[in-house]
Structures are given as structure tokens and as C-alpha cells.
């Protein structure tokens, strides 16, 4: 069983910035790719950035490209998400998600960590 663990959420204000990070574990882990997810009150949840494990570009929601980043770490079997530039909209749950070997989907999830940015 694969378990996600994210960090690095807060409070900051407009134009200021944060970093996430989550970690993944479990035996029979076989990564495919990580990616971040986030949910705003009220809102569904929404694509925000995704990576590879085995090399290829990253991929962002139009809403944060130029300003996010999201970094893979494989010896640590973690993915960080930098993120710039920060706008009250950005404010949500953000949630670390694996795809693993052999899978189509994002099928592991973590808790999710609160990201609220104030204008």
C-alpha cells in the first residue's frame, strides 16, 4: 500500500511564496509519475502540475505555468511543488498524488495541505 505524505503548506500573502513537498512510501513501490492536485472551497478538484519518474517534461495547468515548479527527487522517492508568485486564487487544498507502473490514473492520494494565500 502506497502512502503519500505532504508538507510544506501555509499562510502567505499575495506575491510571496511556498513550497510543498510530498513523500512517498510503501513496499512495493513502482512509480510512474507524481503530481499535485489542489480544491478550493466549494470548487472540484483540479490538475495543478505533474512529472514523470523515468525523465519527460513536466506538465502545469495553464493557471500556473510561469510560476510553479514541481521537481522530482527520486533517490527520496519525493516531489516538490515551488510555488511563485502566489495569487488569492491559488488558495486551496493541495494534494500529492502517485501513478503507479502499469496504471492510467493518479490512483494514490495524500491528506492534502492547506495552501491560503491573502491579498
Known amino acids: 500500500q502506497v502512502q503519500l505524505v505532504e508538507s510544506g503548506g501555509g499562510l502567505v500573502q499575495a506575491g510571496g511564496s511556498l513550497t510543498l513537498s510530498c513523500a512517498a512510501s510503501?513496499?512495493?513501490?513502482?512509480?510512474?509519475?507524481m503530481g499535485w492536485f489542489r480544491q478550493a472551497p466549494g470548487k472540484e478538484r483540479e490538475f495543478v502540475a505533474a512529472?514523470?519518474?523515468?525523465?519527460?517534461?513536466?506538465e502545469y495547468a495553464d493557471s500556473v505555468k510561469g510560476r510553479f515548479t514541481i521537481s522530482r527527487h527520486n533517490a527520496q522517492n519525493r516531489v516538490s511543488l515551488q510555488m511563485n508568485s502566489l495569487k488569492p486564487e491559488d488558495t486551496a487544498a493541495y494534494f500529492c498524488a502517485l501513478k503507479g507502473l502499469g496504471t492510467t490514473t493518479f490512483g494514490s492520494w495524500g491528506q492534502g495541505t492547506q495552501v491560503t494565500v491573502s491579498s
Open positions: 512529472i514523470r519518474w523515468s525523465g519527460g517534461g513536466p
Open positions: 510503501g513496499r512495493t513501490l513502482r512509480i510512474a509519475a
